[in-house]
């Protein structure tokens, strides 16, 4: 059964940064893009960064040039460099992957269970 976990998040002021992992695991055959959304109080879920399976990013405008997307194929990891957080940073971030399991035909989409980042003024 196919898990994800992430890792990271946490209480910040604003400036500083932090690091998000995510590991996928259980019965992967392939994995496909990889990436973070958040989702802040009232708002709806948007993306954060995106990277597909070739390695090309795709980044929101709010967060370009502050944020870095990486992932490593080896340990089906995918890591979010996020500097110079900002208070409007602050939201739940969900890790998204697309995955095709062994259990399955086709590949699904799988969401972490969300960790917090808090940026502080």
């Known amino acids: 059964q196919v898990q994800l976990v992430e890792s990271g998040g946490g209480l910040v002021q604003a400036g500083g940064s932090l690091r998000l992992s995510c590991a996928a695991s259980?019965?992967?055959?392939?994995?496909?893009?990889m990436g973070w959304f958040r989702q802040a109080p009232g708002k709806q879920r948007e993306l954060v960064a995106r990277i597909d399976s070739g390695g090309r990013t795709t980044y929101a405008d709010s967060v370009k040039g502050r944020f870095t997307l990486s992932r490593d194929n080896a340990k089906n990891t995918v890591s979010l460099q996020m500097n110079s957080l900002k208070p409007e940073d602050t939201a739940v971030y969900y890790c998204n992957v697309a995955i095709w399991s062994v259990a399955t035909t086709t590949p699904n989409n799988y969401w972490g269970q969300g960790t917090q980042v808090t940026v502080s003024s």
């Open positions: 259980g019965g992967i055959f392939s994995i496909f893009g």
